[in-house]
């Protein structure tokens, strides 16, 4: 008997749709969440750091970059010191994978007021300057994102070169950074009090001590109305001196450090600092030859020997301090010094290269004396 052609065609299809074949169902592809904000370390010098955010961008190679979303905000990074980051993009869907870069475009309009400009600064105790921006700025991470995972980034500003006051030109805006999952990360908080009196408004450092020992700053923050400082985002696996030498315009204490924090894991760690006996302070100028260039950050710093926990001592950075760019130098007017040896370094990084360091002599600040000056120059 012979079976006719529509009857195989049937048969067929049957087979074919039983088996599944004609299901265009497919797994839906992994994916996970990642949150952004937004903090900055302290900026000594300023009253306001007023930027906008346009879009962030996200990269595993640092070439091809994949847009997380559109911010439009102006925010005032002195404000997202000390803990007190902002928003940039709530969970935004991503496809798992580690972002090894992150990139802002920075905003040509003020989202804040329609009057002012994208990006101003405001000295302590002076008027506002126009603070010039470029275009983008790239910090890195790594930050990775798992399937189904929810991560929270945050990108967090140095404050070592962000903002650089250069003769002729105004204020330049040259902050570098780095973005880090905030669960994968410790923290330090405490507070600085002499007896039960806090002290409001002193910068505290996190630092890390090489096998050289030389130290680099990490984190740096001003203490809040209560005496209280948070050093967010530090990564695992180091040893962090946490150092402060508070300061006022009549008077100064020595610089004291806290025992050291061993971050071996993702927490809050707490270390307070107490003070007692203040002095008289003064000063110290430091200049630096040749003066900057467009594209260099330049900053000055002081160390002394200060005693870590119950016995030793480390050298640390106890001051740190952007350079103001003249015509033919830079500068750097340390105030507030209590009396004593310091040394003196100083670091310029060209274009967010690694900074090249110089180191010049001991200086001695005296009270009541002669200011003191010191002199370096880069190659």
Known sequence: MRIPAYAVLVVSLALVLGCGGGSTDRPAPATGTL???LGSDSLPGYSS?????EKVEASTDGSNWTTL????KTVDLVALQNSNSVSLLAATTVTPTTFNQFRITWAKVNYQSAISVPAYTIATGGAQQVLTMPTTSSVSGPVTVGSNGAVVAQIMLSGLQAVQTRAGLGVTFLAQGAAYDLAASARVTGRLLDGTS???GAEVFAETV????VATLQRRAFTDGTGTYVLEGLPLGFVYEVVSQPAGASSSYPATAATPVNATKATTYTANLAFNSPVTPDSLTLTLTPASTATQGTWGE????????TSGSQILIVR???AATLAANDQVLFQGLTPGFYGVTAQRSAAGAAPVM???TQVLVSAGGLPSAATLSFP
């Open 320 to 322: 740190s301090q952007t």
């Open 49 to 53: 750091v007023v930027v906008g955010v």
């Open 302 to 309: 002081l160390r002394q020997a200060v005693a870590t926990g």
């Open 198 to 200: 806090p002290l409001v």
């Open 358 to 360: 110089k180191t010049g």
């Open 35 to 37: 949150s952004l904000r």
């Open 69 to 72: 979303g559109n911010v439009q």
């Open 210 to 213: 090489d096998g050289l020992g």
